[in-house]
């Protein structure tokens, strides 16, 4: 049984840094593209960050590039997020599938998709 666990989010100011999470279990981390991705009030989902469960490769969208990193440690996925904006505002999730590159290309066309998505968790950042 595939899962996925988001956590680490809340509430920060502009300029802060949150960390967040994504436990995984239930799949073979080494064959999976693992992805964050975001939606705001009355938004689209976006992708964010997406990251190779063989080698840690990283692929991360324009909107924050050079703000968030996304990492791994075994079976959870981690996005350390710097120098947030009120723009960030959104529920975060996290999501993976079979092979790297199906995470890029959701990112880039959410109508792509995901096979599996956990829960979100919710960021808010105020001025």
């Known amino acids: 049984d595939v899962q996925l666990q988001a956590s680490g989010g809340g509430l920060v100011q502009t300029g802060g840094s949150l960390r967040l999470s994504c436990a995984t279990s239930g799949f073979t981390f080494e064959l999976f593209g693992i992805g964050w991705f975001r939606q705001g009030l009355g938004k689209e989902r976006e992708g964010v960050a997406c990251?190779?469960?063989?080698?840690?490769n990283t692929y991360y969208s324009d909107s924050v590039k050079g703000r968030f990193t996304i990492s791994s440690d075994n079976t959870t996925v981690y996005l350390q997020m710097d120098s947030l904006k009120s723009e960030d505002t959104a529920v975060y999730y996290c999501a993976a599938s079979v092979g790297y590159s199906r995470c890029i290309a959701t990112s880039q066309r959410p109508s792509f998709g995901m096979e599996y998505w956990g829960k979100g968790t919710q960021v808010t950042v105020s001025s």
């Open positions: 990251i190779r469960g063989s080698d840690g």
